[in-house]
């Protein structure tokens, strides 16, 4: 079966940065809808149309068609004690910032109770004693990936799975899911003081 849209697809990959330095290999498969439902990147979309199990390809994606451009406005250094203890580096939270510094027991990452406004998850990427650095970019924001990817299984997808725009048992890049299930804490080289865009407390 070639793939197309409306198919189910899975595939096993392997990512590594621009260098070649690897940043993860997939230890299940990779499971998206094919078809524009942003289940996988549309470059790595366009590369598989039409291709079937088996096929196998190495394509270098720039941060424009990964993760994005890293954006500095959204990394904030904030006080400590607007934070609950303890904390520390890979913690993540979920919300919009505060910017009422003046409403007594304000918080600095509140909830989201504006629709229109996308809720932001901030991961702490440096602590000192008395201040607190969150970035609310993807880890790999701002980097050029290099995927090597191979076709396991293609199949049709389900009235249900098309109706809803993913895949029933989908599974997407294990990097960088901003879910309560995620450790970031593997990714520390990636996010924390190293990248060119964090400043450093000390």
Do not use: C
């Not at 725009?165 to 990636?190: C, H, K, N, P, V």
Request: charged share 30%.
């Amino acid at each position: 079966m070639k793939i197309e849209k409306n198919t189910v697809v899975s595939l096993i990959y392997r990512l590594s940065d621009a260098q070649g330095n690897l940043i993860e290999e997939s230890a299940d498969p990779m499971i998206y809808l094919h078809g524009g439902y942003a289940g996988t990147f549309p470059k790595i979309e366009e590369l598989l149309d039409g291709q079937e199990v088996g096929f196998e390809t190495n394509v270098q994606l720039e941060p424009q068609d990964a993760f994005g451009d890293y954006d500095a406005e959204l990394l904030r250094i904030e006080q400590r004690d607007r934070f609950p203890e303890p904390l520390e580096i890979g913690m993540q939270f979920e919300g919009v910032p505060s910017t009422d510094d003046d409403e007594e027991g304000a918080e600095f990452l509140a909830a989201d109770d504006d629709e229109d406004q996308e809720t932001l998850i901030y991961t702490i990427t440096d602590l000192a004693e008395d201040r607190v650095i969150l970035d609310a970019n993807h880890p790999l924001a701002g980097m050029a990936l290099r995927f090597w990817i191979q076709v396991t299984e293609v199949r049709l997808a389900t009235n249900e799975e098309v109706e809803n725009g993913r895949a029933e048992d989908a599974m997407g890049l294990m990097i960088g899911e901003q879910d309560d299930d995620t450790d970031y804490d593997s990714l520390d080289d990636l996010t924390g003081p190293d990248h060119d865009n964090h400043p450093t407390l000390h």
